[in-house]
């Protein structure tokens, strides 16, 4: 079955980065569009940033352009977010996605269990 494992999460001062990363299993990774989105309790899940299969094309929130970039290794099977200028407002759960057909924006199919980023004023 799909897989999806999310780590790099922490506590990180503001103006700080962090990277996270997402391992993935029981897919062809090079076939599936990736996806990171984030959720603080009380709110809906956040759509931060995605990635294409090949990487050639991303998309991002406008509230991390500038800030956060994705990426990802086709041969690790594995999508990054380098988060950097980190803010108190990117504090949340942070959740890796992936899907297989369709744009890069909308709903996804298989998720990760999720990290926490915490940012500290």
């Known amino acids: 079955q799909v897989q999806l494992v999310e780590s790099g999460g922490g506590l990180v001062q503001a103006g700080g980065s962090l990277r996270l990363s997402c391992a993935a299993s029981g897919l062809t990774f090079s076939r599936y569009q990736m996806a990171w989105f984030r959720q603080t309790p009380g709110k809906e899940r956040e759509f931060v940033a995605a990635?294409?299969?090949?990487?050639?094309?991303?998309d991002r929130a406008d509230s991390v352009k500038g800030r956060f970039t994705i990426s990802r290794d086709n041969t690790k099977n594995t999508v990054y977010l380098q988060m950097s200028s980190l803010k108190p407002d990117d504090t949340a759960v942070y959740y890796c996605a992936a899907k297989n057909s369709g744009a890069l924006s909308g709903r996804y199919d298989y998720w990760g269990q999720g990290t926490q980023v915490t940012v500290s004023s």
């Open positions: 990635i294409s299969r090949s990487g050639t094309n991303t």
